[in-house]
């Protein structure tokens, strides 16, 4: 079975209390559980936060939500808290990114569709590269894979590099892909990396993936055609709605 856990804490830094603002009159963390529930791969969604006025915001609204620590660093920490809560029951857990009002429900089932035989340890999404601006853009993360779709590595910089060819139409030689960061995780794995510690890797490039990557865990790189559009701002939400043609 597969839990969709939607981490949402409060206290972010750039964008304090972002996931109870205001989107066309219903709240950005309303809009994230509303999308993830039409999913037909979820046998369970949840809220896992840190703030009593998202619990109670999202049980107002019909949802479901979960008391987390206050002191994870990230996602990942605060989905295995919730699994913790839910039992053992999930096999899988989801983390859907509870800044993206508008995810399509049909992303979340991409990635469930490979966690069906119970091999996969660890998933996430990734989408073409298509042009030489998005390959040098710093901000999206590119994935390196093996001939069975999983990654070797993740970097900020372009790799592999194409000898002979102008930078302009690397591109047009080589099937680069761009991260789109959404995770699944098989229960045990997910209790494995939430006790590993932060490595070398993970520092240099500010990737938490890659803590994975180093400590010897396979990561599936599943293609979807799905923009990433992510709230993390007040600036963003008019981006975002612009982007949407909301």
Aim: hydrophobic letters at 35%; a negative charge.
């Amino acid at each position: 079975m597969i839990a969709g856990i939607i981490p949402a804490r409060y206290g972010s830094t750039r964008f304090p209390g972002k996931s109870l603002i205001d989107i066309q009159g219903k709240s950005m963390i309303q809009r994230v559980y509303e999308q993830a529930s039409k999913s037909t791969s979820l046998d369970k969604l949840v809220v896992a936060t840190d703030d009593d006025r998202i619990l109670k915001h999202v049980e107002s609204f019909g949802g479901v939500a979960l008391m987390t620590s206050p002191h994870h660093a990230n996602g990942t920490d605060r989905c295995w808290d919730a699994l913790q809560q839910l039992g053992l029951d999930y096999t899988y857990v989801i983390n859907i990114q509870g800044d993206e009002p508008f995810i399509d429900p049909q992303q979340v089932d991409e990635l469930g569709a490979v966690l069906k035989d119970g091999t996969t340890e660890l998933a996430t999404q990734m989408i073409p590269v298509r042009t030489h601006e998005e390959l040098f853009d710093r901000g999206e993360v590119k994935i390196v894979l093996n001939d069975k779709m999983e990654a070797l590595y993740f970097s900020r910089m372009v790799i592999p590099f194409v000898k002979g060819v102008d930078e302009k139409d690397w591109h047009l030689h080589f099937p680069y892909h761009r991260h789109v960061g959404m995770y699944a995780y098989r229960r045990d794995v997910l209790e494995k990396i939430s006790k590993i510690p932060v490595s070398s890797l993970e520092q240099a490039e500010s990737l938490e993936q890659l803590r994975w990557v180093e400590h010897g865990f396979k990561i599936k790189c599943v293609i979807t055609q799905f923009e990433s559009h992510c709230i993390d701002t007040p600036e963003d939400v008019e981006k975002v709605m612009r982007r949407m043609g909301k």
